[in-house]
């Protein structure tokens, strides 16, 4: 997008953004939404801080993402107000002067130390709705939250504007890049650290300013879901490579995973290639009124065909999900909501006005419950495993006849598979950010 278009975007954002706080204030019968970025976090008996990580209400308004101290104002009928802490300071940087696309939307007002926000926020503390952390409060602005206001605007942040799924392509450009510079670090020889180092040097990203820690599995760590310990040596035969890592850009986020064989002509090549192909289907399920509990289970069956298939399970697809032997190689959710945070908020939000969709019985991980509508994206990331501790309870329990032990075997030293795209839903064909930016990359 040319910047003259991303101005005009990121202005019907703002527009949708006044919308939405107006009717959720009204809901919640308040007269401002005041919203802190954030204050940095200390650790324990020490002056040393964590990351700073900004208030996801706060980036919704503007792409700014190093920014604590600040705070957004918003009256309906009035142009929102930006309170911007530029402090006197020589020991760090000190944020630049807003400037871009996006500042003509605000009345901005520069401060040099955080007191001195309190002078420009509503007059009266017990009219705001305050949207924040408890230690972001300042003398009587203390963080309200109130449900009625928090839950209108989670609910409908669901739903992106063309600003924000612009912003996403961006997002899923970059993350892209470096996962191609990942898997040539892969090809190369590298241990699991190298390939992270290779993945940050590509997305021009520290691991800090990445959206989550990424995943970077050799070997038998791709069965564990959440592996991020990024071993220095790489292993003597290295034969397989899970990768989970997304990149941000202007405060979103891509969530990719694509795992590869070394040996390319191996069985285990094949069911990379299986699960590929199903991701693809279920990514096509991506439309306007289907409930995503519905494409969870289907993935459950699709995955328990291809176990069948391969020698696996010897279970038909529906006696593997009934059983929960399926459960057992595919133990997550499809996939989640995505957006300013990787798993966004509101997946299991009935109405604007509360309320919870449960999961289905007996898929307690899964993280997005509602029926998707225009404007929603999701990521698809279905996957198998060989997952020592969930075999044992298999070998274990009732079904251990189900599947066959020397299969299970063979496929173990390769750990798992999951390949995860972010897609959006629309009124016709879903859009894969995803599979776009590989082929944009292809291209190049
Ligand atoms: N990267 C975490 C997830 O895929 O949900
Ligand atoms: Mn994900
Ligand atoms: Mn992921």
Known sequence: MIASDIGTAYAAHVSVLQQRSERALERGGFDHLVVPSGTLHYQVFDDRDYAYAVNPQFKAWAPLTRNPGSWLVFTPGRKPKLVYLQPFDYWHVVPEAPSGYWVEHFDIVVIRTPEEAAQHLPADAARCAILGEPQSALGDYVPNNPPAVVQYLEYHRAFKTPYEIEMMRGASRTGVRAHRAAEAAFRNGGSEFDIHLAYCAAARQDAFELPYRNIVALNEHGAVLHYTELDRDAPADPRSFLIDAGAAHAGYASDITRTYARDTGSEFQQLIDAVDAAQQRMCAQVRAGIDYK??????????????????????????????????????????????????????????????????PEGHPYLRLTRVLEPGMVVTIEPGIYFAELLLDGLRQGPHADAVDWNRIEQFRPYGGIRIEDDVVCTDGDPINLTRDAYAEAAAS
């Open 294 to 359: 519905r494409i969870h289970l289907d993935a459950h069956l699709a995955l328990a065909g291809i176990l069948k298939n391969f020698g696996i399970s010897r279970l038909s697809p529906e006696a593997a999900l009934e059983t929960g032997v399926s459960s057992v190689f595919f133990p997550h959710g499809i996939g989640h909501g995505i957006g300013l945070q990787v798993h966004d908020v509101a997946g299991f939000a009935e109405s604007d006005r509360g309320g919870t969709i449960a999961k």
